[in-house]
């Protein structure tokens, strides 16, 4: 079965804590750079960084989008993210059911967006 390529992203950053994490997804959302923040805290890394290992408690944001907006993302990130390397990966997604898609879809795209009702539900897959 073949499926046309989506063009939705999921673009997760490591962040110190609660409070940038909320910062950094209150941002992207209001800005309708992405349709929604997940933010998982308790994270727990190790990782190596200039030549030592480090461990460290995070907070995973998570981010729904659109490709065409992963670089705006980035840029919104990076400025607001005290790391002075913050790991972000993008992440391409496969499947999703057609109310999800059509979500990200209608809640991305800058001021011109129009959003869903509230009453919206869409058929999923």
């Not at 030549?51 to 400025?79: C, H, M, P, Y």
Request: one cysteine or more; proline letters at 6%.
């Amino acid at each position: 079965m073949s499926r046309p390529p989506l063009d939705l992203r999921i673009v997760n950053v490591t962040c110190p804590d609660l409070d940038v994490a909320k910062k950094i997804g209150r941002l992207v959302v209001d800005r309708r750079l992405a349709a929604c923040a997940n933010i998982v805290p308790g994270v727990f890394s190790i990782y190596r960084w200039m030549g030592e290992v480090n461990e460290d408690e995070e907070v995973l944001l998570s981010l729904k989008t659109r490709d065409e907006f992963v670089e705006s993302l980035f840029t919104a990130i990076v400025a607001n993210h005290p790391y002075q390397q913050p790991a972000i990966e993008v992440l391409g997604v496969e499947a999703a059911g057609r109310g999800v898609a059509a979500w990200i879809k209608a809640e991305t795209g800058g001021e011109a967006s129009v959003s869903l009702p509230k009453s919206f539900k869409g058929a999923e897959d």
